[in-house]
C-alpha cells in the first residue's frame, strides 16, 4: 500500500522559534496533501490543503502566516510553525491523496511538537 | 462540520465480534460513509468505505441501512490490537477533505 513519512516524529523547540515538519509520500505523487492538527484527548482538526504547485487552501480560523505550507514538489510538502509558543504544543499529522484509489488519502505517522 | 454521530465508547471481548455504529441522516445521495480507526499516538488508518451497498475486506464489513441513514462497522473477531479510536466520516465524491468527529473509542478486552 502506499506509504506516507514525516520527518521528525517528535521535536521540542523553545518558545519563539520556528519548526519545519516534512511529509514525504514515498511510493506514490501526491498532487493533493492535507495538515491536521490533534490536541490530547481530541480528534483531527483539519489545517489546511496544501497542492503542489499553488498556495495552500487554509481553514478559517488557521493563521496562514503562521503555519506556512510549501508543496515543493510532488512527494514533499512542508508545514512550518514559526515563532512557536506552548499552545501551539500538538499532535501534527498529514494525509497525501492518491488519485487512482478508491482510498485515496493515506496518513503520515504525524510529529509530536512540544514548545517549551 | 462533522455530519456524523457516534457513541463515545465501547467495549469488546476479545475474540467476539465489534459492532460501531454510526448515525449520518443528513447524508446526500453522492456521499460516501468511510471508517477510519487512530492507534493511540499513530496516524489515521483506513478500514473501509461504501456509498448504498455493504462492502466487506480484509479487515471489516460495513453494512449502510437501505435508507442511508445509518451504517455499522464490523469488526468479525476482535483482537487487543483493534482498541483503538474509530471514525465514520461522510464525504461526497473522491478527492474532498475529510472532516473528523469525536469517534468512537473501542476498548477490546481479554
Known amino acids: 500500500g502506499a506509504v506516507v513519512s514525516q520527518h521528525p516524529s517528535r521535536v521540542i523547540c523553545k518558545s519563539g522559534t520556528s519548526v519545519k515538519i516534512e511529509c514525504r509520500s514515498l511510493?506514490?505523487?501526491?498532487?493533493?496533501m492535507f495538515w491536521y492538527r490533534q490536541f490530547p484527548k481530541k480528534s483531527l482538526m483539519l489545517m489546511a490543503t496544501s497542492n503542489e504547485g499553488s498556495k495552500a487552501t487554509y481553514e478559517q480560523g488557521v493563521e496562514k502566516d503562521k503555519f506556512l505550507i510549501n508543496h515543493a514538489s510532488l512527494t514533499l510538502s512542508t508545514l512550518t510553525v514559526t515563532s512557536a509558543h506552548p499552545e501551539d504544543s500538538s499532535f501534527y499529522i498529514c494525509?497525501?491523496?492518491?488519485?487512482?484509489?478508491?482510498?485515496?488519502?493515506?496518513f503520515g505517522p504525524g510529529t509530536r511538537l512540544t514548545v517549551l | 462540520d462533522a455530519k456524523t454521530t457516534q457513541p463515545p465508547s465501547m467495549d469488546c471481548a476479545e475474540g467476539r465480534a465489534a459492532n460501531l455504529p454510526c448515525n449520518h441522516s443528513?447524508?446526500?445521495?453522492?456521499?460516501?460513509v468511510y471508517w477510519y480507526r487512530q492507534i493511540h499516538s499513530q496516524g489515521p488508518q483506513y478500514i473501509i468505505h461504501g456509498l448504498k451497498n455493504n462492502e466487506t475486506n480484509e479487515m471489516a464489513s460495513l453494512i449502510i441501512t437501505e435508507d442511508r441513514k445509518s451504517s455499522t462497522l464490523i469488526l468479525p473477531h476482535a483482537t487487543l490490537r483493534d482498541t483503538a479510536v474509530y471514525y465514520c466520516?461522510?464525504?461526497?465524491?473522491?478527492?474532498?477533505?475529510?472532516?473528523f468527529g469525536a469517534g468512537t473509542i473501542l476498548r477490546v478486552k481479554s
Open positions: 511510493d506514490f505523487q501526491a498532487t493533493t
Open positions: 494525509s497525501a491523496l492518491l488519485g487512482t484509489s478508491d482510498n485515496e488519502q493515506f
Open positions: 466520516i461522510v464525504r461526497e465524491g473522491r478527492g474532498n477533505k475529510l472532516v
Open positions: 443528513t447524508i446526500s445521495g453522492n456521499e460516501y
